[in-house]
């Protein structure tokens, strides 16, 4: 059974880095972020690590651990929101306390990743892969990333339809900051491996693959035990991915470790999102990787999803049941809250 936090208006948000803060230079830049979440009508806290970097952390991995659990076991709050991912967050994964945190949603990507997959795994409770806190402190919202407000203020026993975004994000370009701060200029498409249209149904698991295949063999990554606590014997999995810094061949050897661990058992198909990475090596490149998957699974490979490092992104949650569907370059994302 998965347990799906609640959150409305006038809620409080928690605010912490567990893994890299706010450097001094950008203090400025990120109160903006937190001015957006209050105009929402939340009630911001703030704690001490997001306005702390040195050496690729916040702070010591005791001091982020403390923080975070304070954040978890207060049953105010209804949403931890954290500034951006980083490097090192795994540090503290063994500090936290998983069986006093009241149900909450948990918000982010890219290195939270780590957190929000050990999170569902070990306890059940629904996490959210989506916007960075940062990436909000826009005048506007472009309306694939506003999409996380919706989706979270989803209630159980209730569903919550994504659409594929218009356009996407090619580079950045910090000089020329757009109201959305996000410079969509590239048509979104939706492919999928065999180039058909493609429909799978499965509950969400998944992350930023540099980050969450460290979980293999520990007691965070026991993908076995959540499908023996936490789902029916005829459920099964749909797996996300964004690749953030792998190039083709460390991308394949990280999907043939989590194959390997078991992580693709009872797996109804596998989505990608679009990477700046998927660098190839001797001409291997990614849809080599993607087609090569297809075929040892038997199962649909969906890629260049809103998911991840190449903005926008759907908010897509882990635990839910999802029915997805890829057709002519568009994609839909219905998540059940069941």
Sequence with gaps: MIRYPSLEKQNVVGVTAPSSGVPLELHSMFRKALMRLE????????????????????????????????????????LIFPPWGGELLIEILEYIEFEKMTPKWILGYSDTSALLLAITLKTGIATAHGTNLVDIRGEDSDPTTAMWGNVLHTKPGESILQLSSEKFQEKWDHNNP????????????????????????????GGCIDIIRHLVGTPFGNVEKFYENHMKPDEMIIWYFENCELSTTDLRRSLVQLKLAGWFKNCSGIMFG?????????????????QELAQELNVPIIYDIDCGHVP?????????????EVQDGKGTVVQFFA
């Excluded at 806290?45 to 975070?68: D, H, M």
């Design 274 to 290: 679009r990477s700046a990475a998927n660098q190839p090596v001797n001409q291997y490149d990614v849809l080599d990787v993607y």
């Design 178 to 205: 757009t109201p959305q701060i996000f410079h969509l200029t590239e048509k979104t498409t939706w492919k999928t491996s065999d180039n058909k249209k493609a429909s799978v149904r499965g509950r969400l698991l």
């Design 312 to 324: 926008p992104q759907v908010t897509l949650i882990n635990g839910a049941i999802a029915e997805i």
């Design 39 to 78: 105009e929402k009508q939340y009630k911001v806290i703030c704690k001490e690590t997001v306005w702390t970097q040195y050496k690729a952390k916040s702070a010591g991995s005791n001091v982020r651990a403390q923080e975070l659990n304070d954040l978890l076991q207060d049953e105010d709050v209804k």
